[in-house]
Structure formats: C-alpha cells, structure tokens
C-alpha cells in the first residue's frame, strides 16, 4: 500500500461520491458515512462493488449469485451466498489492477478494514474520475470530427460552386468565340500600332528636345549678337565723339555699317524664318502633343481595361490557388476522413465484435439460465417428489411405529402371561421335583428296606 500514485480521500468525499455518482434510489439514500468508518460493514462494501462492476461491466448484482452448472452439484442452491462473494471477488481481481491496486484480497471482502476498504474505493473513485475525463475527450474529438465533417461538406460545396465559377469564366460560349477572336486580333493589332506610336513619340520627343536646344543656343547667340550690337553702337557714340570725321572714312564706317546692318538684319531674317519655323515645328509638336494625348488617353485606357484584365486574372489565378488549397485541404480532410472512418470502422467491428460476444455471452448465458432454470424445476420436482415419498414414509414409520406399540403391548402381554405360565410352570416343577426327590427317598429307604428283608 506504500506505493499508491492516487490520493487517499476522506470517508465523507468518498461517501457523497459514491452517492452522487454510483448508486441509485434507495441505496444512495440509506449509504452513509457509518458504513465505512470505524469498521466497515461487510454488506456495504461488497453492495459497493457490486454497484462499481455494474456501472463498468453491465453486471447486475444477480449475476453474482448465478451458480456455474459446469460440473453436477448435488445441492446448487446452498452455493448460492458463497458463489456470490468468490464472483465479486474474482470480478475485483481483474478490475484493481486497472486502478493501481494489486494487494486486494477475500479478506477485504469478508472482514474489511477501514483503511485498506478507503485505499481501494479512493482508487475506484480516482478510475471514475480518470474514465469521464476519458469520456469528455472522446466526445469533444467526436463533436470537432462532426463539425469538421460539416466545414469539409460546407468545403466542398464551396470548391464545386469556385469551379463551376471559373469554368464559366474561361469557357467562353459558341456565339461569342468569333466576337472574342476579333477583339484578341484587334488587341494584338492595338498593342503592336501602340507600340510603334510609342517609339514614333519617343522620336518626336526627341527631334523636340534637339530643336528646344538648337532654339535656346540661337536665342542665346542672338541675346549675344544684340549686347554686341548694343556695345558696338555705344563704341560708336564714343568714337564719334572722341573722332573728326571725314567724309571719305565716313562713307566707308557707313558702308561698313550698312553692310553690318545688312548682314545683321539678313542674320535676324534668318532668325526670324528660324523662329517661323521653329514655331511651325512648336505649333505640329504641340498638335503632335494633342494627338499623342489622345493616344496616351487610348492608351490609359487600354492599360486600365488591361489592368481590369489583369486584376480579373490575378483574381482568377487566386481562385485558383484557393481552388488549389481547397483541393489540398479536401484532399487533407478526404485522408482524415478516411483514417476517421477507419477509425470508425474499427470502432464499430470491435463493438460489433463486443456486441456479438454479449449477445453470445447473454445467450449462452440465458441458456446456462434456461438450463438452471430447467434443473432447477427437475430439482424441485425430484424435491417434490422426494418430499411426497418423505411424508409416504413417514406415514409408514408411524404406522409401523404403530403396528410396532400394538405388537409390543401385546408381546407385554404374551411375556406377562408367559411369565406367569413359567412362573407356575417352574413351581410345579420344583414340586414335581420335590416329589420325585421325596419318592426317591421314599424308594431308596424301601430298596434298603427290601434289601434288608433279601
């Protein structure tokens, strides 16, 4: 007993558990803490056993006073009480073991003590408690396979709703296959004259950018040519005033100047038909500019109808990677379903299995019952029988016993008259013999007396 691993609990724990949890009815009302201590009552204790086996093996307490008919019994019923307690105890010595106590003995039951009887029902008690727990979670593995069952059922209807989806979405129909086929050319057509668009703006783009730099040098030469003309007519004033002129190297400054101008103003002509022109190429890059707007507009919104299309295929490729993970994860809960009802079928052979044996062990059980029953009836028509010949016999002994009075008193009688008889018999003997005795005498004394006269 020093090596329990279960707690030892008081008498009135153990008491309203057994109440509250083992017995029924009047039991539970008439069990009490006296039961058990100071010296446990015998009948309590096995009632108590008798009560644990039936709530874990479906042993009802008249299983226990069933006499076996394996071998001949001359007189079953007088091993009713004792067959009862060797079941319960045999009964016990399988199932303390699973409670962790090996050292239960016919002592505990006969002449319990009260800290041995409190050792074995706390570990009964700590079996129970250990056997629901047991329970609980089977029954909450049992309630989340029910609802994962309903999540895969509830999945899968999902999946075939997502596929039907997406066959819709990719199949395209009959009517719509030519339609669809002209706006994929005329898509592809678009992109490729998109793309030439594209490279011819770049061009643009980039004459643009040669001719915005060729302008900015010239307006800045000609920035230049104008701070020179600016310098040049101030040097002039200056020269004019510091120089006398004469006439001959004033026609020839004059000249000089009106060549200057001449070359200055074809030079500003040029500028000005550069400028024409490069206002010409402004206004066409500016038109350019519009159109290529118009096209950027097209092409935004090709790229949102792309884009459109895009999002509708990444939202295609994410039902279909949700398709995917939906098929693993149905494909995961088809393989758990599967070792589930393994599991399950396994569960339910071995209950067919342990049913079939009850079933078996009831039959064989109501038969050995039935044959009981049978020889039992034989019993008490042998009883009967026997009882009928018993009172025969008695009937006969006492009228033997009669018979037997009657003949004594008459034997008393007979012995009274032959005493008597004998009585006088012996008397009339003695005096015969004593006449005989006295006619001997008388003969001797006359054959002497004869003899004498001879």
């Given at each position: 007993m020093t090596g329990i691993t279960f707690p030892v609990h008081p008498a009135d724990v153990i008491t309203n558990f057994y109440r509250a949890e083992v017995l029924t009815g009047q039991e539970a009302k008439h069990f009490t803490k006296s039961d058990l201590t100071p010296v446990p009552k015998p009948e309590a204790v096995q009632m108590l056993y008798m009560r644990v086996l039936h709530l874990l093996y479906r042993l009802t307490p008249e299983c226990h006073f069933m006499v076996p008919l394996l071998e001949s019994i001359e007189?079953?019923?007088?091993?009713?009480?004792?067959?009862?307690?060797?079941?319960?105890?045999?009964?016990?010595?399988?199932?303390?073991?699973?409670?962790?106590?090996?050292?239960?003995?016919?002592?505990?039951?006969?002449?319990?003590?009260?800290?041995?009887?409190?050792?074995?029902?706390?570990?009964?008690?700590?079996?129970?408690?250990?056997?629901?727990?047991?329970?609980?979670?089977?029954?909450?593995?049992?309630?989340?396979?029910?609802?994962?069952?309903?999540?895969?059922?509830?999945?899968?209807?999902?999946?075939?709703?997502?596929?039907?989806?997406?066959?819709?979405?990719?199949?395209?129909p009959p009517e719509q296959q030519v339609e669809s086929d002209e706006l994929t050319a005329a898509l592809s057509e678009l992109q490729a004259a998109t793309m030439h668009e594209y490279q011819e703006v770049n061009a643009e783009n980039n004459s643009i950018a040669e001719c915005k730099t060729k302008i900015a040098e010239k307006t800045q030469k000609l920035a230049q040519v104008k701070i020179d003309v600016s310098n040049l007519k101030e040097n002039i004033t200056?020269?004019?005033?510091?120089?006398?002129?004469?006439?001959?190297?004033?026609?020839?400054?004059?000249?000089?100047?009106?060549?200057?101008?001449?070359?200055?103003k074809n030079f500003i002509e040029d500028a000005d038909e550069r400028v024409v022109e490069l206002q010409n190429m402004v206004q066409?890059?500016?038109?350019?500019?519009?159109?290529?707007?118009?096209?950027?507009?097209?092409?935004?919104?090709?790229?949102?109808?792309?884009?459109?299309?895009?999002?509708?295929?990444?939202?295609?490729?994410?039902?279909?990677?949700?398709?995917?993970?939906?098929?693993?994860?149905?494909?995961?809960?088809?393989v758990e379903e599967s070792h589930m009802k393994?599991?399950?079928?396994?569960?339910?052979?071995?209950?067919?299995?342990?049913?079939?044996?009850?079933?078996?062990?009831?039959?064989?059980?109501?038969?050995?019952?039935?044959?009981?029953?049978?020889?039992?009836?034989?019993?008490?028509?042998?009883?009967?029988?026997?009882?009928?010949?018993?009172?025969?016999?008695?009937?006969?002994?006492?009228?033997?016993?009669?018979?037997?009075?009657?003949?004594?008193?008459?034997?008393?009688?007979?012995?009274?008259?032959?005493?008597?008889?004998?009585e006088t018999l012996s008397a009339s003997v003695d005096d015969l013999r004593k006449r005989i005795q006295m006619q001997t005498v008388d003969l001797k004394q006359a054959a002497t007396k004869m003899s004498a006269n001879f």
């Open positions: 007189y079953p019923e007088y091993h009713e009480g004792a067959n009862a307690i060797m079941s319960v105890y045999m009964c016990m010595q399988q199932f303390l073991p699973m409670c962790l106590v090996h050292d239960f003995s016919l002592i505990d039951l006969l002449a319990p003590k009260k800290q041995k009887t409190l050792t074995v029902l706390s570990g009964i008690m700590n079996f129970l408690g250990f056997k629901k727990e047991r329970m609980d979670v089977a029954l909450e593995i049992t309630a989340t396979f029910r609802a994962d069952m309903d999540k895969l059922q509830v999945y899968t209807k999902d999946n075939l709703e997502a596929e039907r989806k997406i066959e819709i979405l990719t199949t395209v200056k020269l004019k005033s510091q120089i006398v002129e004469s006439p001959e190297e004033l026609k020839s400054q004059m000249e000089k100047m009106r060549e200057n101008v001449k070359n200055i066409k890059v500016n038109h350019t500019e519009t159109e290529i707007q118009q096209m950027f507009n097209l092409l935004q919104d090709l790229e949102s109808s792309m884009n459109h299309s895009e999002q509708q295929q990444q939202e295609h490729q994410g039902l279909t990677a949700q398709y995917e993970e939906k098929q693993k994860q149905l494909k995961n809960m088809c393994r599991a399950l079928d396994m569960k339910l052979d071995k209950e067919l299995k342990q049913k079939l044996r009850r079933q078996k062990k009831r039959e064989i059980k109501e038969q050995h019952v039935q044959d009981v029953l049978g020889q039992c009836n034989q019993i008490h028509q042998k009883r009967e029988e026997m009882a009928d010949k018993i009172h025969e016999i008695c009937r006969e002994t006492q009228e033997l016993k009669a018979k037997i009075q009657s003949l004594r008193d008459v034997c008393s009688k007979e012995t009274e008259k032959a005493q008597t008889l004998y």
